[in-house]
């Protein structure tokens, strides 16, 4: 039997984890408006947090939880530990891959490229799409 190590989470309401995605759907938005006005940075930056907050949403609403760790790759393992289908784990992809490129944008000198910037955009909106629909039944 192999160890699996559980990472921390905390318990969430219902109504936390709504406002979790409402904070997703307005950063993505403002990413979304920050990228039409070639500011790739800000673009980038809003378009992380909201995968991050689109994951607490979904993690909230679904498990009740959301992670309790300030690393956000322990928010990634705990999203793969509770969403064991492999429809579901697909999406880990685009998570993961934003907050790879968390360092890179909030904590590096250079500028996001406007393709490094759409890219990050994309992943975002693709991810917080699942989590609307993920969570469609659970929002009444």
């Known amino acids: 039997m192999t160890d699996r190590k559980m990472?921390?989470?905390r318990n969430v309401s219902?109504?936390?984890?709504?406002?979790?995605?409402?904070?997703?759907q307005e950063s993505i938005s403002v990413a979304e408006e920050a990228l039409?006005?070639?500011?790739?940075?800000v673009a980038s930056?809003?378009?992380?947090?909201g995968a991050i907050a689109a994951n607490d949403a979904v993690l909230g609403l679904v498990y009740?939880?959301?992670?309790a760790s300030?690393?956000?790759n322990d928010a990634v393992a705990v999203f793969r530990q509770r969403f064991t289908s492999d429809q579901d784990r697909e999406y880990s992809k685009y998570l993961t891959r934003l907050?790879?490129?968390k360092k890179i944008v909030m904590y590096e000198s250079r500028m996001p490229?406007?393709?490094?910037?759409?890219g990050v955009v994309d992943d975002a909106k693709t991810f917080l799409a699942w989590v609307r629909t993920r969570t469609k039944d659970l929002r009444k």
């Open 7 to 9: 990472f921390s989470v």
């Open 113 to 118: 490229t406007r393709a490094e910037a759409s």
């Open 70 to 72: 300030l690393n956000h």
């Open 45 to 49: 930056q809003e378009a992380i947090l």
């Open 64 to 67: 009740g939880v959301v992670p």
């Open 14 to 24: 219902k109504q936390e984890a709504l406002e979790y995605l409402d904070k997703a």
């Open 99 to 101: 907050i790879a490129k």
């Open 36 to 41: 039409a006005g070639g500011h790739w940075h």
